[in-house]
């Protein structure tokens, strides 16, 4: 069993988190504190259950056992305080503009808001995840960083407390990562917004995280909780950056 003590309350809370599918086992008696701030970056072999321990956390499936608690309040279902974004490109609605997708939610949201006001907070996401002159953009004229900038900026619109972010620049060219990056980075440096962040990448958790959490293909749990206390901002030329990378990928391989 691995539990994960932490001094303050945390925002994100799991028990001994069970989940199989049929009779395959995927995940095992997990448990894990996320503080409010914590940018936390899950890494592990393909299949070991990444992205099921983010759709749990999500509520679009429940545990066969085991209890997630935001807020201190037990996850029954989707809500808007934890949000996800995708790999895919296609997570935008087509027949919308960048501006309409990203008042979309905020709609929901705030029904008494007049039209005027939500374009303004819409133009600030924009500008926040450097998209300014795309507004009026639908998705099918974009480029695969540029929708992910969009979709970045339609999930802040929801006024979520915690992204849950499934390897969002994992299709993306080196070059444009590198970039998005910077954008997640700046965005959680201005919101402070709780991020639990899957990736293959071992230098892209480094560069965003401040926790990296290795999962075990084999024992389905969590094999190790690394803290990442490396100076901001972070390149792989930073004094500590090869040890740590050296660690995870042992951990990652062992
Ligand atoms: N809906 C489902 N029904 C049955 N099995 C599933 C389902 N979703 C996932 N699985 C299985 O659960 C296991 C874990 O899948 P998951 O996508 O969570 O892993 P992952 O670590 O995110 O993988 P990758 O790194 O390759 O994206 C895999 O063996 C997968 O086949």
Redesign the pocket.
């Known amino acids: 069993m691995n539990i994960i003590v932490e001094k303050t309350p945390a925002k994100l809370k799991i028990e001994n988190l069970t989940k199989s599918?049929?009779t395959?086992n995927?995940l095992n008696n997990i448990s894990l504190n996320v503080n409010e701030g914590e940018f936390v970056c899950i890494l592990?072999?393909?299949?070991?259950?990444?992205?099921?321990?983010l759709?749990l956390i999500a509520g679009f499936e429940k545990p066969d056992s085991g209890h997630i608690y935001f807020d201190g309040e037990k996850i029954r279902g989707p809500g808007r305080e934890r949000i996800m974004v995708f790999q895919d490109f296609d997570q935008l609605f087509p027949w919308k503009t960048v501006l309409q997708n990203i008042i979309f939610p905020m709609k929901i949201n705030a029904k008494n808001k007049k039209d005027d006001a939500l374009r303004e907070t819409a133009m600030k996401l924009i500008n926040s995840v450097n998209l300014n002159g795309y507004e009026d953009y639908f998705p099918h004229q974009l480029s695969g960083g540029m929708k992910q900038r969009a979709a970045l900026a339609r999930a802040l619109a929801s006024d979520s407390k915690m992204l849950l972010l499934?390897?969002p620049f994992g299709s993306l060219d080196a070059q444009t990562k590198e970039i998005l990056q910077q954008t997640i980075y700046k965005i959680w440096q201005e919101t402070k917004i709780t991020m639990l962040f899957?990736t293959?990448d071992i230098q892209e958790a480094i560069i965003l995280s401040s926790r990296i959490i290795i999962?075990d293909g084999n024992r389905r749990c969590i094999k190790k909780i690394l803290t990442n206390s490396l100076d901001w901002p972070r390149t792989p030329s930073c004094a500590g950056f090869g040890s740590l990378w050296q660690d995870v990928y042992s951990l990652i391989k062992a």
């Open positions: 599918y049929e395959v995927i592990g072999p393909s299949g070991c259950g990444k992205s099921t321990f759709r499934d390897e899957v293959h999962m």
